[in-house]
């Protein structure tokens, strides 16, 4: 499986923009790069993903890099509601493999 | 629009026991995966369904079994279950494909004693 690195937890301030890095350097030419976001006692969430090119949608933008070996989400303005665990995956075919994620909290 | 929906929300086994539990993907989604997750880890996988048909699996033992029916609704079957197999079951559907993202239920938590 592609692995992908995560800081452990980040930090931010409550309508502050918040980048949250992702590195594969093992990333296949077919894998798309996916982000999930867990909050406490749900289900993950899906938040966006990219193949090659930059994306946005109403919760996020992702930001892949020119040799898509890694990529940074980000959350324009952070709420209290984004609080949680942030899954960044290389989807193949089939499963996601999810790591350890970046915990993200936010202060009011 | 309902989303993936799982059963039970809870549930309370005895070492040795088997278990069923449930899941109805989102409408229109063709492929259903279940995922375990231990408590404070990330979700980890254990198979996959489409067709009818098992399409990839992960490391977990013959123990862990499944089931996808024509209306593409699933089932996970854990036989002889241990004290290890306490975890909330994740549900997860998706159409077929790594261009589309995957809808998750909001689980089952087992709990084996």
């Known amino acids: 499986d592609a692995k992908t690195t995560q800081p452990n937890s980040m930090e931010s301030n409550e309508e502050e923009p918040v980048h949250l890095p992702c590195n594969h350097s093992?990333?296949?030419?077919?894998?798309?790069i996916h982000w999930y976001r867990q909050l406490p006692s749900q289900g993950p969430e899906y938040v966006i993903h990219g193949l090659t090119s930059n994306v946005n949608n109403r919760m996020a933008s992702l930001a892949i890099a020119e040799d898509r070996k890694s990529s940074t989400l980000i959350l324009h303005r952070a709420t209290l509601r984004d609080a949680a665990v942030y899954y960044c995956i290389l989807r193949g075919d089939y499963k996601l493999s999810f790591g350890a994620g970046t915990t993200v909290t936010v202060r009011a | 629009d309902a989303g993936v929906t799982q059963s039970p929300t809870h549930l309370i086994k005895t070492r040795g026991q088997q278990v069923t539990l449930r899941c109805s993907p989102k409408?229109?989604?063709?492929?259903v995966s279940w995922y375990q997750q231990a408590l404070g880890q990330g979700p980890q996988f254990i198979f996959q369904y489409y067709e009818e048909e098992e399409r990839q699996r992960g490391n977990f033992p013959d123990r862990f079994s499944g089931h996808q029916f024509p209306n593409y609704s699933s089932e996970l079957n854990v036989n002889a279950l241990l004290l290890g197999d306490s975890a909330l079951y994740l549900c997860a559907s998706s159409l077929v494909g790594a261009n589309y993202g995957y809808t998750f239920g909001s689980g089952t938590r087992l709990t084996v004693v």
């Open positions: 409408s229109g989604h063709d492929t």
């Open positions: 093992t990333i296949s030419g077919t894998d798309y």
